[in-house]
């Protein structure tokens, strides 16, 4: 007879998950012994980075990825991690062991007392088998709920002594792979309301988001700004790039705060955002959601979205499936006034001069990438220099994190090369990160040197929380503790986990250090000192 881990290992084989990120504990080996020849097991040093890799894989190659973590003492370590997967909208199927049932009702040490609830809110579905046997069933239902949009995390809960229990053919039988849904389509009326609107509109702006490029609804996206000659604005934070950004229409990104949005919309007659919420804003800016009188249109996935929009009038559907279905209704032929390019030339500030602004460093690093590569983004201070130097023209080739959080973008480059080398596509990972940003999850390091993928780490070094600066400036809050960080040898910390590490102090040393880490097999890392001036946080 079959035992449960036969049947569990021989679904997910069906599912084509064959890949489990995580780091073992003793109550997962049960779950992990004789691991099957035909899975991968990708291991990371801490289950942060755990989730951030396996998160990375996931975009990278549209599909649900299992992880495995540690019972509680590493759920909770998973937990930065996992709320940074909920808000990306990635498939995980997060896996945690527990104590053995003949002991959990003592709660005995490693015990996940109150295993369901643990992970909420950062989970679409928790759950633990009331029986051995019931374990295979919870992996389908797990899968088919991180697919079904909006898409996420799930997290099952699995007892250490149920992996060899046996299970009964009649339930094996019943123990089948199922396929779902993953996109919505929208309502019908609904949709040509909307499209009666934008038709009449004369002065309407998009803005887009990262839904967007989940759905692959780039081309189309594209189709609708150039019939509407309408500007389009990326969503604030948004995690990835939903238009090219060298297009004329592109006019850059919005700010996150209330007032400035404002005033980046004032002078039009109607707001449609597509694939984002309204807004993600963050800090606090006192002002109007719109200009007086502007009625704002929202296209959205996710129903809680838009639920707590604080003004415009929503509909549910799949990015790209709304945008196929609307541009056949816009049958005006009258065209808007073409728009000539909308964002100014980059710039790349003074290379000469050292150490180098964030503006030189991210232009002397950008002369040295390829024309076709994936970027990954965590140095937040920085990210208006990379949004002027960066500008991303190509679909699925830049990743953020819509969280906030710290501690994603390090592992994230792993999953996204892993996902690079599985897909044959083969481009280099660049990953921007701050100093700051790169302590969170240093050991991330290790998996990207043990698995031989092609990522180089540039990291801007200024010994500060530079935007931490930028926000006590703000919120006129002088004297904060903490914000320096000096005496960190990152050099040092990178060639100890067996990663090739260079210190560039100019332009062109960076450049060229770049550009060997580029030529170099597997992973690298570029420390580039910069300036300790930071710019005002909303520009």
Known sequence: MRTVKDVTYGLLRQLGLTTIVGNPGSTEETFLKDFPDDFRYVLALQEASVVGIADGLSQGLRKPVIVNVHTAAGLGNAMGCLLTAYLNKTPLVVTAGQQTRDMMLLEPLLTNIDAVNMPRPWVKWSYEPARAQDVPAAFMRAYATALQPPAGPVFLSLPLDDWDKEMPEAMVEGIAPRTVA??????????????????????????YGSDIARSQGWQAGIALAERLGAPVWTAPFAERTPFPETHRLHAGTLPAAIGPVEQRLAGHDLVVVVGAPVFRYYPFVAGRYLPPGVPLLQVTDDP?????????????????????????????????AAATALRP????????????????????????????????????????????????????SFYTFASGGLGWGMPAAVGLALAERDSGRNRPVVVLMGDGSFQYSVQSLYSAVQQKVKSVYVVFQNDEYAILKSFAELEKTPHVPGLDIPGIDIVSLARGYGAPAALARTADDATAAVGEALKRPGTSVVVIPITRRFHPLLG
């Open 304 to 336: 809680e979205a838009s639920a707590k929009a604080p003004v415009g009038d929503s509909l549910l559907s799949d990015s790209r499936l709304f945008l196929e279905t609307l541009l056949p209704l816009i049958r005006s032929p009258t065209p808007r």
């Open 182 to 207: 993953s996109r919505v389509g929208p309502d019908p009326d609904r949709l040509a309301e909307f499209a009666r609107r934008i038709e009449a509109s004369v002065r309407p702006v998009l803005v």
């Open 345 to 396: 030339a980059a710039k790349p500030g003074n290379l000469e001069s050292l150490p180098l602004s964030a503006a030189a460093a991210m232009s002397a690093v950008r002369r040295a990438c390829p024309t076709d590569f994936v970027l990954v983004e965590e140095s937040p201070s920085n990210v208006p220099e990379m949004q002027d130097i960066f500008r991303i023209d190509q679909p699925d």
